[in-house]
């Protein structure tokens, strides 16, 4: 039904940046929400960042000031610009949309390493 394909991950070192993209297709649908959530295995999944389809934000209180998110909804597509990265960053980053209703889709996860 509803694909979510994110992109850009990788290795980084500390203090520099990457910019996350997860592209929806499969399904004509329009996307209330669209976020980002990180795990680290054997951890929960923790919400990173969300935005509406109106345009507004929110985000968790660790990335405030240091990532921003976006999306165009022509596209189906959010993004994540993740600056001034640390290892404390380093997670699987999952791309997460909500159309108007109860239920949610998630990505495959892309894999973010914060390392020297």
């Known amino acids: 039904q509803v694909q979510l394909v994110e992109s850009g991950g990788g290795l980084v070192q500390p203090g520099g940046s990457l910019r996350l993209s997860c592209a929806a297709s499969?399904?004509?649908?329009?996307?209330?929400?669209m976020g980002w959530y990180r795990q680290v295995p054997g951890k929960q999944r923790l919400f990173v960042a969300r935005i509406f389809i109106g345009g507004a934000t929110d985000y968790a209180d660790s990335v405030k000031g240091r990532f921003t998110i976006s999306r165009d909804n022509a596209k189906n597509t959010v993004y994540l610009q993740m600056n001034s990265l640390a290892p404390d960053d380093t997670a699987v980053y999952y791309c997460?949309?909500?159309?108007?209703?109860?239920?949610?889709?998630w990505g495959q996860g892309t894999q973010v390493t914060v390392s020297s």
């Open positions: 499969g399904s004509a649908v329009s996307f209330n929400t």
């Open positions: 997460n949309a909500a159309p108007f209703g109860p239920r949610s889709y």
